[in-house]
């Protein structure tokens, strides 16, 4: 298991630089595997690095799909896959561990389609407006899967949210749900980003 200060969605992908004796080992047992994948999950309290963390336990499968070494460190590249509740949380000797059940995955239906394309306009016009405040992550034409289903996940990942609301939807149970609560939590966020940016300190820092 690796605790990260954010979230991971399936479908979406993960860089990490590890340089800590204890996830370099993890990562020497990872790599036995095939798939070689571990589990990340989301730091509720606490910091990366150093140990002590509380988490939330809910998590996403990360696939390793490529590996570079560095000086004093491994840099790696993932990509999330399935998702898991964790049912246990084990010693951390020498690692991060936990007893997980895997969540099941979210059906598609053509039905779904009108939906994922509301939702997509709403993401990307989201994030088109929020650059206009400050440097995002994820361009508002950055590519999706074809996979709507990986889509879906995809538009959660790149969402202009906070990490708490990306917990809720990784919590998702159907396809529907996660659209429908993607799109309201999108617009709430931007109306905040918005309002916080027209009151009299937002415009005092926007005039400066």
Known sequence: MFPLGTVLF??????????????????ATVLQDEPSE?????????VEVGGGDQRFGVGTFARITQLMQGEGFVGLVAEGSQRFEVER????????RAEVRLLPELEWDERFRPLLDQTEQAVRRALAQ??????????PDVELVDDPVG???Q????????????????RATSVDGLLTDLQRLTTEAL??????????????????
Do not use: C, K
């Open 151 to 153: 889509a879906a996940w």
């Open 89 to 96: 949380w084990l010693p951390d000797d020498p690692y991060p």
């Open 130 to 139: 929020a650059s206009e405040f400050a440097e995002q992550r994820w361009s």
């Open 38 to 46: 571990f589990g990340v999950v989301l730091i509720e309290r606490g």
């Open 155 to 170: 538009l959660a990942g790149i969402a202009p949210l906070g990490e708490l609301d990306q917990v809720a939807l990784l």
């Open 10 to 27: 399936p479908s979406m992908p993960a860089v990490l630089r590890i340089f800590e004796e204890r996830y370099l080992a993890m990562l």
């Open 191 to 208: 109306e905040t980003l918005t309002s916080s940016l027209l009151d009299g300190d937002g415009l005092e820092q926007l005039g400066d």
